[in-house]
Antibody, heavy 119, light 111 residues
Framework: EVQLVESGGGLVKPGGSLRLSCAAS????????MRWVRQSPGKGLEWVGR??????????DYAAPVKGRFTISRDDSKNTLFLQMNSLKTEDTAVYYC??????????WGQGTLVSVSS | DVVMTQSPLSLPVTLGQPASISCRSS???????????LSWFQQRPGQSPRRLIY???NRDSGVPDRFSGSGSDTDFTLKISRVEAEDVGVYYC????????FGQGTKVEIK
């Protein structure tokens, strides 16, 4: 059974940083392209970024609102995906989901972790 | 960015009756490989989204066959043949042809 378990969310002040983790199991993580998607009341569902598998280059891509501030990485030895978020803004407040990238969309989702950016 | 527009945004339905949700994209979703990357998701209250349909009409594993997807190019539909109580929630379409963008969601509730 595929499981994605996010952690690391919390309350942070504007300009602050946070690192999210996603522990994956139940599939071959090494071969998987992974994405982060966020959901906020104001903007709905929005993809944040993607990381390819190492065999496909391990490259990353980001949505315009987070480019230059967020960084996605992975540790295939621990089946874990990360999202480093810097220079956080109030509009980054959302539930952040770790997802698999399969057949042109998120095949599996984690339970999400809430990030609140507020002074 | 590709804009995904769903209608209706609210859909009161009667148990056992059919339901239909429309999704339109601002540009063609046919990718260079010939596939059309249009997916549908269900989000029940308090839960994460769950994919129901991928590449327009392919049901994900474990999805009841009362859910079906159809359409092409820029115009797509999700149909529920007979609505059950567990189908209450918000439904989203999503395109994966030009990065990923989601529709604004359709709230399905029982009359």
């Amino acid at each position: 059974e595929v499981q994605l378990v996010e952690s690391g969310g919390g309350l942070v002040k504007p300009g602050g940083s946070l690192r999210l983790s996603c522990a994956a199991s139940g599939f071959t993580f090494t071969n998987a392209w992974m994405r982060w998607v966020r959901q906020s009341p104001g903007k709905g569902l929005e993809w944040v970024g993607r990381i390819k598998s190492e065999t496909d280059g391990g490259t990353t891509d980001y949505a315009a609102p987070v480019k230059g501030r967020f960084t996605i990485s992975r540790d295939d030895s621990k089946n874990t995906l990360f999202l480093q978020m810097n220079s956080l803004k109030t509009e980054d407040t959302a539930v952040y989901y770790c997802t698999t990238d399969h057949e042109g969309g998120p095949g599996f989702w984690g339970q999400g972790t809430l990030v609140s950016v507020s002074s | 960015d590709v804009v995904m527009t769903q209608s209706p945004l609210s859909l009161p339905v009667t148990l056992g009756q059919p339901a239909s949700i429309s999704c339109r994209s601002s540009q063609s979703l046919v990718y260079s490989d010939g596939n059309t990357y249009l997916s549908w998701f269900q989000q029940r209250p308090g839960q994460s989204p769950r994919r129901l349909i991928y590449k327009v009409s392919n049901r994900d594993s474990g999805v009841p066959d009362r859910f079906s997807g159809s359409g092409s190019d820029t115009d797509f539909t999700l149909k529920i043949s007979r609505v059950e109580a567990e189908d209450v929630g918000v439904y989203y379409c999503m395109q994966g042809t030009h990065w990923w963008t989601f529709g604004q969601g359709t709230k399905v509730e029982i009359k």
